[in-house]
């Protein structure tokens, strides 16, 4: 979208501002439709770092999320220009890749539909 939605900014401004949300949203941009439970950016960091630090190839970069080198985002710094999935599935016909969810950051203003909930699929 050119213009960011401007419903969809109130969404994420509501997320950022109450840590527990679990708001469930499902969005498609460029093609791919991503599903899952949106978080705080905070939070969103915190998890990520937390990945990293477990692993013996990739903990270095966990400082980039939380470490000095991490941009801090004042509360007046304007709106939200990013959603923040945690337990997120990537569509790919009947399969949610990967399984377990995953961690996606997505610029608002490439979001080109959205509806609130999130896809599972089950087989039958």
């Known amino acids: ?71 801090r985002r004042p509360a007046h710094d304007g709106p939200p220009t990013h959603l923040h999935f945690h337990l997120a599935r990537i569509l790919q016909g009947s399969l949610g890749i990967p399984e377990t969810g995953g961690m996606y950051r997505v610029a608002i203003k490439d979001v080109n539909a959205w509806t609130v909930g999130d896809f599972s699929y089950s087989e039958r």
């Open 1 to 71: 979208m050119s213009n960011a939605d401007e419903l969809l900014i109130a969404l994420a401004t509501m997320v950022e501002s109450e840590p527990s949300n679990q708001m469930s949203l499902t969005v498609v941009v460029g093609g791919a439709v991503i599903t899952g439970r949106l978080a705080p950016e905070a939070t969103w960091r915190e998890r990520v770092s937390e990945v990293l630090k477990d692993s013996d190839r990739l903990g270095p970069f966990a400082e980039v999320f939380t470490g000095h080198r991490a941009r």
